[in-house]
């Protein structure tokens, strides 16, 4: 999976728990982004980055906070977790904005 | 909310013959790309065709983009029992970032 590595591979965790996924990449690509996929709605950016320290929200950013303090890592926080958030999290990297993504292998997580 | 729609959602298909799958969109684009992804497993790129190609080739893969229809289509030739996963286009251009469809999950029977 083009140098990106995802942790953890799997959670569960409790309703109103603090959950930090870890997406690093080896590629030194510029653009790194977090996307959730869940059955009926494709994958949905939540937020992405273009740089140390320089992130936006995407489509479904709602509950979800990122943090990307060196180029190679890219932290997504959910502050107090709800069900809602189960997913399946894909972290994804690019050298420019709208060029071919690649993939981590994802993060399962249930929140019960 | 997804830009592109992939149609149909499911197909099935003996081993050796062909698969299409399309992909409609709403918003005017400066690439469109097809993804793979098998079970389990994170997104694969197949290929980008920008908006102004029209066809593109990479292997046992033909891709056709429309633009004046707002449309894309992916064609699989001679597949094989490995190619069944789901397939998602997407499109990027302007403000958005990559933008995914739904997919359209393809099963090969050997």
């Known amino acids: 999976d083009a140098g990106i590595t995802q942790s953890p591979r799997h959670k569960v965790t409790e309703t109103g728990t603090p959950v930090t996924l870890r997406c690093h990449q080896t590629e030194n690509h510029r653009y790194m982004y977090w996307y959730r996929q869940d059955p009926g709605h494709g994958l949905r950016l939540i937020h992405y980055?273009?740089?140390?320290?320089?992130?936006d929200k995407g489509e479904v950013s709602d509950g979800y906070s990122v943090s990307r303090s060196k180029t190679e890592d890219f932290l997504l926080t959910l502050e107090s977790a709800t069900s809602s958030q189960t997913s399946v999290y894909f972290c994804?990297?690019?050298?420019?904005?709208?060029?071919?993504?690649?993939f981590g292998s994802g993060t399962q997580l249930s929140v019960l | 909310s997804q830009q592109g729609e992939e149609d149909p959602q499911a197909l099935s298909i003996q081993e050796g013959e062909n698969a299409t799958m399309n992909c409609s969109y709403k918003?005017?684009?400066?690439?469109l790309q097809w993804y793979r992804q098998n079970s389990g497993r994170g997104l694969v790129h197949l290929i980008l065709?920008?908006?102004?190609?029209r066809e593109k080739h990479s292997g046992r893969l033909r891709v056709t983009l429309d633009t004046s229809k707002k449309s894309s289509s992916l064609l699989i030739t001679a597949s094989r029992a490995a190619d069944t996963a789901s397939y998602f286009c997407a499109t990027a251009g302007g403000y958005q970032k990559v933008t995914f469809g739904i997919g359209t999950k393809l099963q090969v029977i050997p």
């Open positions: 994804a990297i690019s050298e420019r904005t709208d060029e071919k993504l690649f």
């Open positions: 980055s273009y740089g140390v320290k320089d992130t």
């Open positions: 918003t005017s684009i400066n690439n």
């Open positions: 065709i920008r908006s102004n190609e």
